[in-house]
């Protein structure tokens, strides 16, 4: 059988085609796994995983512990707010303790970008990058995928927008690079001040018009306004803001075709989407969250696969 | 690379029959029994198995299903390559009914041991059973048998059963195949 070209998940720029179709693949087994009446299978009972979230989290770190859970891996949690770290220990050897303890996976979120590579390359264990900074969230792409792939059959040929604050998001990045390599056009669209510079580069389109972007695309991806990362005012004002870039249920039903709402979550209603499209059957951000676990249950999975005894 | 003839077409047909029948001795009607293919080769026995007792024996329904035990292995990490997973689709619930395990070939046993923890995720079956086309004798693991057996064979180590089904390969047949 293939097996992952890597041993860290640390953004999908290290993935290729191959890699991420046969994580799809075995995300298909999981699926069926977690709908069963016992959805847990005994695989990674002696793995051990340490997931040091370092940012704040909910449903990342809900679903990656599920997806441990589900294959049966010991878990162990660490938040930053309550550890050593506020106490100036570096990184390296909080982790280094940790793993001193037999831990074979480390899974991380981190806000500074590159933290995953950096830690890659002092310790011994695999990674999987959980989100670092602005710069990748490699899991949340893949299931965004997935998703698409489940609702359309395939992600090649598909247009997809990506809506919203791209310049301090991970989830635009990644799913820039997993869109590509599966052969999708991307598009983002944004106010200018929150599309980064050069972004064209990456070989993106780039859109101010909502309207516009919604016309053209399959899929819309709709990302939340990071004001938590936002040092000065990117925009006039919220309301300003959801009323050029919010995707709102008359917008929606004037471009003559039925495309596909989704959201990386946490969503604020009434902002970046309204509240009748958000519970309205085009969107499948819960769909989304139930494929996360199924995707990276084959992550760790294919991963652990290559830890030798 | 030699290899010898252990069953031809003729042979696996009146074998299967036979098998055939002494299901029927057992579960009648099969209407609480529940038919599992071990994937990946056990499902060709299974469909072919379901198909002759429906056309030749009348059975009405016969329900089938199809197990994969790949994360139910107990030699993951322990291999070169990871093992690659196969679809699962059982459609029936398996509370209390008569489960039959069915596979080509019986050696270690420890696919069934993988089988015997997979299938409980489904429920709790009253009995479970096991049918082999072939039982390679003396190289259990695990203490294993089988309740019904095609053809039971000696093998060495250095030698491999291959069992061919003309869904998949050409014919049906089993070889000996040195290693």
Request: charge should be positive; proline fraction near 3%; include cysteine.
């Amino acid at each position: 059988m293939n097996e992952l070209s890597v041993n860290h998940l640390l953004g999908i720029k290290y993935l290729n085609k191959k890699d991420i179709q046969l994580i799809f693949e075995t995300a298909d087994h999981f699926k069926e796994v977690i709908n069963r009446p016992i959805k847990k299978v005994p695989s990674l009972r002696d793995i051990t995983i340490a997931n040091l979230f370092f940012e704040n989290s909910t449903r990342t770190k809900l679903s990656f512990e599920l997806a441990e859970k589900r294959l049966s891996a010991d878990v162990i949690n660490f938040s930053s707010a309550q550890s050593s770290v506020k106490k100036g220990e570096t990184l390296v050897d909080t982790v280094n303790n940790i793993l001193s303890m037999k831990v074979d996976m480390v899974v991380m979120r981190h806000p500074n970008p590159g933290a995953g590579v950096f830690l890659s390359k002092h310790i011994n264990a695999s990674i999987i990058n959980a989100g670092d900074g602005a710069h990748e969230h490699p899991t949340q792409a893949l299931l965004d995928s997935y998703s698409i792939r489940e609702k359309l059959g395939e992600v090649k040929g598909k247009k997809v927008v990506i809506v919203g604050d791209i310049l301090h998001s991970r989830v635009a990045l990644s799913n820039i690079f997993a869109l590509q390599l599966q052969g999708a056009e991307v598009m983002v669209c944004g106010p200018k001040t929150l599309i980064p510079k050069y972004i064209d580069k990456l070989g993106v389109k780039v859109e101010t018009d909502l309207k516009k972007a919604l016309n053209w695309c399959d899929v819309a991806n709709m990302l939340r306004v990071q004001n938590e990362r936002m040092d000065i005012s990117y925009f006039p004002s919220t309301r300003e803001y959801s009323q050029q870039f919010g995707v709102t249920k008359s917008l929606l039903d004037n471009i003559g075709k039925e495309i596909i709402i989704m959201h990386p979550g946490p969503i604020n209603r009434g902002v970046e989407i309204t509240s009748d499209v958000a519970d309205s059957k085009q969107a499948i951000i819960l769909d989304q969250v139930q494929n996360g676990v199924a995707v990276r249950m084959a992550v760790i999975y294919l991963l652990a696969s290559k830890i030798k005894q | 690379m030699s290899q010898k003839v252990l069953l031809n077409a003729k042979e696996v047909n009146i074998i299967l029959h036979r098998l055939a029948c002494q299901l029927i001795e057992k579960h009648d009607d099969f209407s609480n029994t529940v038919l599992i293919g071990l994937q990946p080769k056990g499902i060709f026995l299974a469909n072919r198995l379901a198909k002759i007792l429906k056309e030749d024996y009348k059975i009405k329904e016969i329900k089938l299903g199809q197990l994969d035990i790949t994360f139910y292995r107990d030699d993951f990490r322990r291999r070169e390559k990871p093992l690659e997973a196969n679809t699962t689709e059982i459609n029936v619930l398996v509370e209390d009914k008569n489960i039959v395990f069915i596979d080509d070939v019986l050696y270690t046993g420890r696919s069934i041991r993988a089988a015997l923890t997979a299938i409980q995720s489904f429920g709790r079956p009253n009995e479970i059973e096991l049918l082999a086309l072939i039982d390679r004798r003396f190289s259990r693991h695990l203490p294993i048998q089988p309740d019904y057996r095609g053809r039971q064979v000696d093998v060495i180590n250095n030698e491999k059963v291959k069992v061919n089904w003309s869904e998949q390969d050409k014919e049906d047949s089993v070889y000996l195949i040195e290693k």
